[in-house]
């Protein structure tokens, strides 16, 4: 299939989610990516995107890109976001206790564990003062 | 893109909550807004999530939090219908296994 290449700068506020998930379904719909599993990136998305907005600039404020590509066949979605605010790898923390009852459960990072369970493949790199963090998934139901 | 309106249905101690359409980081709040000050006297909440096609972290701390509330009064708190991404996404949070689900 074509190849599907897109780039959105924008301010990281999470005010601003709307407007990145609308950038990603313009992209996966056009591609046919089945409900599900846009669902499922949508959310990871969500996750990534609001930890940015949230923890990056804190408090001061500032961008990130975002960059998707589309290729191969079955096609395989990969999103990339780029912030240069502090350096944070969100893979570094431990995977929360999910077994623990609801009086003994902490909350914190359910949106990551989230994140991995939903992409096929999570990955980041601290580069010329850049966080990067790439997210791979067929666009097949599975 | 849908939004998220709320629709609740008290009746004695049973309090149900009609979610449709995200709830997401941005619609949370409002979530939150409209069940936590409303369960006064509840011992039963329903959360009738049939039409609710997607939920986010943000809920999953909301939803913990109301859990928590009915554990206070001995109460008891219940999914019921999630859809296919829901029921996913409180599986493999571990929140299938602390919540009442109602098919």
């Given amino acids: ?142 | 893109m849908d939004e998220l309106t709320i629709k609740k249905q008290k009746e004695h101690d049973v309090l149900t909550v009609f979610a449709e359409g995200r709830i997401d980081t941005d619609t949370t709040p409002k979530f939150d807004a409209e069940v936590s000050p409303s369960l006064d006297g509840i011992t039963k909440l329903v959360l009738d999530f049939e039409k609710v096609s997607y939920i986010s972290s943000s809920a999953l701390r909301v939803i913990l939090k109301l859990q928590r509330k009915m554990g206070e009064v001995n109460g008891r708190l219940i999914i019921r219908k999630p859809t296919d991404l829901v029921t996913e996404v409180l599986e493999v949070t571990g929140f299938l296994d602390i919540l009442n689900i109602e098919k």
Avoid at chain 1, 42 to 71: C, D, H, M, R, W
Avoid at chain 1, 83 to 100: A, E, I, M, Q, T
């Fill in chain 1, 1 to 142: 299939m074509k190849l599907i290449k897109n780039e959105l700068e924008i301010e990281a506020e999470a005010v601003k989610l709307r407007t990145v998930i609308s950038f990603i379904d313009e992209q996966l719909e056009a591609v046919g990516c089945p409900m599900k599993t846009q669902l499922q990136i949508e959310l990871a998305v969500e996750e990534i995107f609001v930890n940015i907005a949230s923890y990056a600039y804190a408090p001061g404020t500032g961008t990130v890109q975002i960059k998707t590509v589309i290729s191969g066949e079955p096609p395989v979605a990969e999103i990339t976001f780029i912030d240069h605010g502090v350096r944070y790898d969100p893979l570094s923390r431990d995977d929360p206790n999910v077994k623990l009852p609801p009086s003994e459960r902490k909350i914190g990072g359910l949106g990551i564990f989230l994140t991995k369970k939903n992409m096929d493949n999570v990955s980041y790199e601290y580069r010329d003062g850049c966080n990067i963090l790439v997210m791979r998934k067929l666009l097949i139901n599975q």
